[in-house]
């Protein structure tokens, strides 16, 4: 019974001597010459005139986790395409409510901007303040009738 795994067990050993035997060989025979320009990074035949930034910025690992989302649905949508007709209309209820929350989700983080790549929008705020407004003049204490300055600061 398990000598129809052996073919298996034998491709994954060697693979693993071929990755093994190819890492050491590139060790020992590879030429070490590091200089600058070797050690810059290189995209698309453009050197970098800048540094490159520290860190990636928190976007581009949500459209990450956005994209693993929409994978994780599609896994679950090809078994439900393929058995359809056997689990009736449970499957399809199912898949319904899934897919909604998926797509609610989706909505949810575009609504919240998590696509939008430009500059931080910020709003102004046109309001005229009056400045005769105090914290006294505009916020009402309540409970502090028939107290005297010395019971406030203790309280």
């Keep these: 019974m398990l000598g129809q ?47 490159p930034p520290e860190r990636f910025p928190v976007r581009f690992f949500l459209v990450g986790m956005i994209f693993i989302v929409f994978d994780v ?35 949810y983080i575009i609504g919240n901007g998590a696509l939008e790549w430009g500059p931080v929008k910020t709003l102004k705020k046109n309001r005229i303040v009056d400045p005769t407004r105090t914290t006294n003049s505009t916020i009402r204490r309540v409970g502090l009738e028939g107290r005297t300055l010395e019971e406030e600061e203790a309280a």
Excluded: H, N
């Excluded at 795994?5 to 070490?32: E, Q």
């Excluded at 649905?73 to 909604?100: K, N, Q």
């Design 73 to 107: 649905e599609i896994i679950f949508m090809y078994p439900w395409a393929t058995t359809f007709r056997e689990i009736g209309l449970f499957g399809l209820v199912a898949m319904l409510i899934f897919s909604f929350a998926v797509f609610e989700s989706f909505l």
């Design 5 to 51: 795994y052996l073919p298996i067990l034998a491709m994954l050993i060697l693979g693993i001597i071929f990755a093994g035997v190819s890492l050491v060989a590139s060790r020992l025979l590879a030429p070490r010459q590091p200089t600058k320009a070797k050690e810059d990074p290189y995209e698309c035949g453009i050197t970098s005139s800048q540094d």
